[in-house]
């Protein structure tokens, strides 16, 4: 029994004496960690360069095509068309016949104003020779003086006849001409309302036709107010420029301002402008909707990629790249432009911005940096 318990007694303490070293041993390892200096983390990251470059200011806006002249053709006449010379939606030019109206009316009317204005013209001729006539004789003392005034009253009478005469001929003579239509400017032409046989008047609603100019056009849109003011000054100097895209095509036309309406709308405040495109292709179709982008004027500023730019509860930031380790820089964004950010506070030029890694990164953190992506 003496024995057991010695065994037993023996055997207690060689486990406490094996628990007390563990113990001892791992307290000395953490001891040993704790001392030793913790090794720095090292984060990839790619960079761009902050760049003080021109940057253009520009607005967007959805903007429609209008044409600078249109005209709805429309008789003059109660007559008959009589001829049609163009196909629907053709270009025509200045001048071109479109329509031939029948005239043959006005024609007989115009044969008997004639024929009035010589006969009343004759008729003049006689009563100047009359009173011709009676100066002649009233030197003689064969007539009286009654009988010449009479004469040449009669004569002053008839020429503000053939003054009213000539004045019929060249009325009927312009009536005359409201049967030919021609295009009064370049453009491209409806199709016709009417063709040959259909009886047409003044009254009538519907034009024969419309003609929209196509060359040059312009290119209607609504700016904020806020740009008024630069956008006036930039016309005045003549540095603006507008450019509108057909959406889903890629083809635009550029040009420049040409208005500001006098009114700014004082719902949305906005203002309407329009932009004066060459249109010498015809790209752009009156009632097309485009993509319109004005540009007022260029200025110098530093740029950074928009992706750099962080945003936080202070405000924006961009962490820059100084002897290997990453910094937070306050950072104060004017506007975008094609994928960049305008920076008006916060960075010189030359700057060495972090655009990807970002995530991983603290005020000090040691970075490495690697190309970055083409096209990104």
Known sequence: MRQR???????ALAVLALGSY??????????????????????????????????????????????ISSVALKARLETTIIGVHFQDGARVEQGDLLFTLDSRQIDAQIEQAEGVLARDTAQLAAARRDARRFTELIGKGATTQVNLDNANTQADILAGTIQSDQSALDNLKVQKSFTLIRAPFAGRISAAN???????????????????????????????????????????????????????????????????????????????VRGIMDNASETLWPGTLVNTKLTIRTETAVVVPTVAVQRSQTGNFVFVIRDGAAHVQPVKVDRTYQGLSVISEGLSGGEEAVVDGQLLLSQGTKVTTRNRKAGV
């Open 194 to 272: 009417v063709k040959v046989g259909n009886f047409v008047r003044p009254a009538d609603t519907s034009p024969l036709a419309t003609i929209n100019q196509m060359a040059p056009v312009y290119v209607t849109f609504a700016v904020p107010q806020r740009v008024l003011a630069d956008l006036r000054e930039a016309m005045a100097s003549g540095t603006t420029q507008v450019v509108a895209t057909i959406p889903g095509n890629g083809r635009s036309e550029s040009g420049k301002m040409a208005m500001v309406e006098n009114t700014v709308d004082a719902a949305t405040g906005m203002v309407t």
């Open 5 to 11: 318990k010695l065994l037993m007694v023996v055997g």
């Open 22 to 67: 563990w113990g001892w041993s791992s307290w000395n390892s953490r001891s040993v960690n704790a001392a030793a200096p913790p090794r720095a983390r090292m984060v990839s990251v790619e960079t761009a360069l902050a760049q003080r470059r021109p940057v253009p200011i520009d607005v967007d806006a959805i903007g429609i095509v209008t044409p």
